[in-house]
């Protein structure tokens, strides 16, 4: 039973450039959320996706977008890329349980993002 | 918005020594979570909480979600030098919300 997979495993892009990171969910799983993660600090959520629709989003400017593909996979797109973006890129699956509300999620490894 | 206070920030234990650390919010949740994560990897779930008072363990670990449901505890007993990494707690209604972390170090 495959986990959560990403790729790439690591990226070193230049300041405003564009970047697309990837993320297949653990077996099962219908819902995918992407999270960053600063050196030292706790990851931070950015958003949400089920049924290939953004459900939930945090504190990031509309640089940070996404999509869900059918297979349920997703994709974290960030435009326009600022030194701040270097971070550890998580992506987490899960399944809803029905009615919605709490679940536990799973992380895939992260895609280590530097800008320079 | 929501946040979570974890402490110590960070321990340094010998081991064979237990281990405690929790997690402190204003506001009241429904789930508790704790993760560990070790360099360069994500995090991995080790136990998931869901009623008030609940106490879960898995192997060595042992975590409880609090009576007043703003606070949980999580505790490692008999520590071994692969415990090492950073522990968080989290609570999630949909998006996960973590604490700072808990830096552990073992000593052979």
């Known amino acids: 039973d495959a986990g959560v997979t990403q790729s790439p495993t690591h990226l070193i892009k230049t300041r405003g450039q564009q970047v697309t990171l990837r993320c297949s969910p653990k077996?099962?799983?219908?819902?995918v959320s992407w999270y960053q993660q600063a050196l030292g600090q706790g990851p931070q959520f950015i958003f949400q996706?089920?049924?290939?629709?953004?459900?939930q989003r945090g504190n990031f400017p509309d640089r940070f977008s996404g999509h869900q593909f059918p297979n349920y996979s997703s994709e974290l797109n960030v435009n326009a890329l600022l030194l701040g973006d270097s971070a550890l890129y998580l992506c987490?699956?899960?399944?809803?349980?029905?009615?919605?509300?709490?679940?536990?999620?799973?992380f895939g490894p992260g895609t280590r993002l530097t800008v320079t | 918005g929501q946040q979570l206070n974890q402490s110590p920030q960070s321990m340094f234990i010998q081991e064979g020594e237990d281990v405690s650390m929790n997690c402190t919010s204003s506001?009241?949740?429904?789930?508790w979570l704790w993760y560990k994560q070790d360099p360069g990897e994500g995090p991995v779930l080790l136990i998931a909480?869901?009623?008030?008072?609940e106490l879960t363990s898995n192997g060595r670990l042992t975590a409880q979600f609090g009576i007043t449901r703003k606070d949980s505890f999580l505790n490692i007993s008999a520590s071994i030098p692969s415990d090492v990494g950073i522990y968080f707690c989290?609570?999630?209604?949909?998006?996960?919300?973590f604490g700072q972390g808990t830096i552990l170090t073992v000593h052979p």
């Open positions: 987490a699956s899960s399944s809803r349980t029905s009615g919605g509300g709490t679940y536990e999620q799973y």
């Open positions: 996706y089920y049924e290939e629709e953004e459900r």
């Open positions: 077996s099962g799983h219908d819902t």
């Open positions: 989290g609570t999630s209604y949909g998006k996960l919300t």
């Open positions: 506001s009241i949740f429904n789930t």
């Open positions: 909480l869901y009623k008030a008072g």
